[in-house]
């Protein structure tokens, strides 16, 4: 934070994932400014209270920005630029997503009295936008550096030594006793949901990976919200351990952090795993690129069909049966992908008895 700088207004209006790789933008905007308060939607508001440099966290449902939107309602409108206008912020960066809108945000944002608004827009914004940001959406760019793009547009670059990546405020909030006793031995974790369907790959194959994993001397570690605890416990079995709500968002990170590989879909907790510096084994389905979406600078193995008829959908419901992006990966990818991450379980063993 720089003293006699702006006091500045991020926003990232969607999910955990949507904010983690936002992280490295907020960063550079921190590195510029005296205060930073982020503007996050309520499914991602717990990463935004995990990234360096927020002082702040504003939370709002955003009614052209979340799933499931919500109809728009006036008051809740005027509520929110209200809220805005108490925060006296200097000026506002809008991050957001290739394929969605920064302008309605904008025109609030103007409503409140921002003074000097920056986004990345294709759309003429008018007197909305101080700093229209344009970039070719025909060339797939990580979200990370899409975001780091527009900062730098806005007059905020990373300062030295910072290297970009994700990264999570430290330290990391204490596991459960229950779950850290489960980390004495090496283990992988295996995160079995998805914040949209068309992503997750089976629970029948979740559960196949599971057994093959303990089968080749793992411990197995199956997590989830407190919302999804029917998908890991059956995932979980009787081979692998359940921990579907034992851990919050920040705890989560912490038990990642420790794994030797994490099994995951493209949702928040593989952007999480990049975070913390965990590989990752990528169940990805192409219904968005993952030039732009597979974890960011972290050793990853990519998995699943990324030329299935979904590709470049952004379905949230698999749109052809038999899910071909995903159904064709089995356990055994998962579990050769782990040992080319991870090594094996025995090694990690025999490493820590040496050492």
């Given amino acids: 934070m720089t003293a006699g700088a702006p006091r500045v207004l991020c926003v990232r209006l969607d999910s955990a994932g949507d904010v983690l790789v936002t992280g490295p933008a907020v960063r550079a905007v921190a590195a510029g400014a005296s205060s930073v308060v982020l503007l996050a939607g309520p499914q991602g508001a717990a990463a935004a209270r995990l990234l360096p440099g927020v002082d702040e966290v504003l939370v709002w449902t955003c009614p ?3 799933g499931d939107a919500p109809a728009v309602d006036p008051a809740d409108v005027a509520d929110l630029v209200a809220r805005v206008a108490a925060l006296e912020v200097d000026e506002a960066v ?3 997503s290739f394929h969605q809108s920064a302008l309605p945000t904008a025109l609030l944002l103007r409503l409140a009295g921002v003074a000097n608004v920056s986004a990345t827009s294709t759309d003429y914004p008018g007197s909305l936008l101080d700093v229209r940001h344009q970039v070719d959406e025909a060339v797939d760019v990580p979200e990370p550096e899409r975001h780091l793009a ?3 547009a806005a007059g905020f670059a990373l300062p030295a030594g910072d290297d970009g990546r994700l990264a999570l405020r430290h330290p990391l909030p204490e596991l459960p006793a229950e779950v850290a006793a489960l980390t004495a031995d090496p283990y992988v ?3 079995p949901g998805a914040s949209v369907p068309a992503r997750a790959w089976t629970p029948q194959r979740c559960a196949e990976a599971v057994e093959l994993l303990a089968d080749a001397g793992w411990r197995v570690l199956v997590t989830g919200t407190a919302g999804e605890r029917e998908l890991t416990r059956t995932v979980a079995g009787t081979r ?3 921990l579907g709500g034992a851990t919050s968002l920040g ?3 912490r038990l990642l952090a420790g794994a030797a590989a994490v099994v995951v879909g493209n949702t928040g907790p593989a952007h999480l795993a990049a975070a913390v510096g965990t590989p990752v084994v990528s ?3 192409p219904t968005v690129p993952a030039q732009r979406w597979a974890p960011y600078a972290v050793e990853t193995v990519l998995l699943g069909d990324q030329d299935a008829p979904c590709r470049g959908s952004r379905a949230r419901v698999c749109p052809v049966p038999g899910h071909p992006c995903l159904a064709g990966v089995s356990g055994a990818d998962v ?3 782990v040992e080319k991450l991870g090594g094996s379980p025995v090694g990690l063993r025999q490493r820590e008895g040496v050492s």
Avoid: S, Y
């Fill in 64 to 66: 052209w920005i979340v």
């Fill in 150 to 152: 527009l900062a730098a």
């Fill in 189 to 191: 974790v295996l995160h």
């Fill in 94 to 96: 809008v991050f957001t």
């Fill in 335 to 337: 579990v050769a992908a």
């Fill in 251 to 253: 705890q989560t990170a």
């Fill in 240 to 242: 692998g351990t359940d």
């Fill in 283 to 285: 169940l990805f389905a």
